[in-house]
């Protein structure tokens, strides 16, 4: 039977541990050097696939102020917004439902974009990844950036694995079904290559793509969350 690689995300019991990890993970910190190299307190920003409000409530909390967090799926907006809402009452109100793939804002709104945690890479296909770049190209205002993860198949923790990994000819290198306590998980490895050439396809300049262990040691907790993945920082070209 055919799976859909979506329907993780439109489950409950994921949707929890995306709220759980909002408040006992938060920000981690390579995300946070990058965030304070790279987005400043007065950009209006926008976070894609923001799951339980992880960033933009770490967002909120160091200041920034002008944000709105979406999630395509209406179970991870619930709670993103219940989230939020027990943090301070008005922030429930910049929690939005929009799909990555088709940003119904305006072009040029948004100053600084970003889809943390492999949320990119767990859209269906490398035309639905155009898609979102292209969306997200088009909403960013000129010379805007758009920062996001990719866990990496050729370094860093995951080499090993895909190393001796054998894929049939009818297997895209990189696409991977993961087990998990609901269903499960459809995750697209890249290479640093396949990004960037992804990024320049796009409209896309990378200013820098580090392993997250490059930028700072994050603690056990985010390490258990989301291991080592590649961090993209892209400016609009
Ligand atoms: C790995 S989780 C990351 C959640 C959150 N950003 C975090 O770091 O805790 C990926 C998120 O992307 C969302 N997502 C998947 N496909 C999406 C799409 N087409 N548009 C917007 N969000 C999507 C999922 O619902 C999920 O919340």
Redesign the pocket.
């Known amino acids: 039977m055919e799976r859909d690689p979506?329907a993780?995300?439109?489950e409950t019991e994921?949707?929890l541990h995306?709220a759980r990890?909002?408040v006992r993970?938060g920000i981690w910190a390579s995300e946070k050097v990058l965030l304070e190299r790279h987005f400043s307190k007065d950009h209006r920003i926008l976070?894609?696939?923001?799951?339980?409000?992880?960033?933009s409530l770490g967002l909120l909390q160091s200041g920034y102020s002008n944000v709105i967090a979406?999630?395509?799926?209406p179970i991870?907006v619930s709670l993103a917004r219940a989230v939020l809402a027990d943090h301070e009452e008005a922030w429930e109100k910049i929690v939005e439902q929009?799909?990555?793939?088709a940003l119904t804002y305006p072009d040029k709104s948004f100053d600084r974009v970003i889809?943390?945690?492999?949320?990119l890479m767990?859209?269906p296909s490398r035309d639905?990844r155009l898609a979102?770049l292209r969306a997200i190209q088009r909403v960013l205002k000129p010379g805007g950036i758009f920062l996001f993860t990719a866990s990496d198949r050729e370094k860093g923790a995951n080499a090993a694995f895909w190393a001796k990994e054998e894929q049939t000819d009818d297997e895209i290198p990189g696409d991977r079904w993961h087990e998990s306590d609901t269903s499960p998980?459809f995750?697209h490895s890249s290479t640093e290559a396949e990004t960037r050439g992804e990024l320049f396809e796009t409209g896309f300049t990378v200013i820098e793509c580090p392993l997250s262990t490059e930028v700072a040691a994050d603690g056990p907790l985010v390490r258990e969350?989301?291991g080592e993945t590649r961090f993209f920082v892209a400016r609009k070209s």
């Open positions: 979506q993780h995300w439109l994921t949707a995306y990890a909002a993970v976070e894609l696939g923001c799951g339980g409000g992880r960033v979406t999630d395509f799926s991870m929009q799909d990555a793939t889809f943390a945690f492999n949320g767990c859209l639905h979102a998980v995750i969350f989301a």
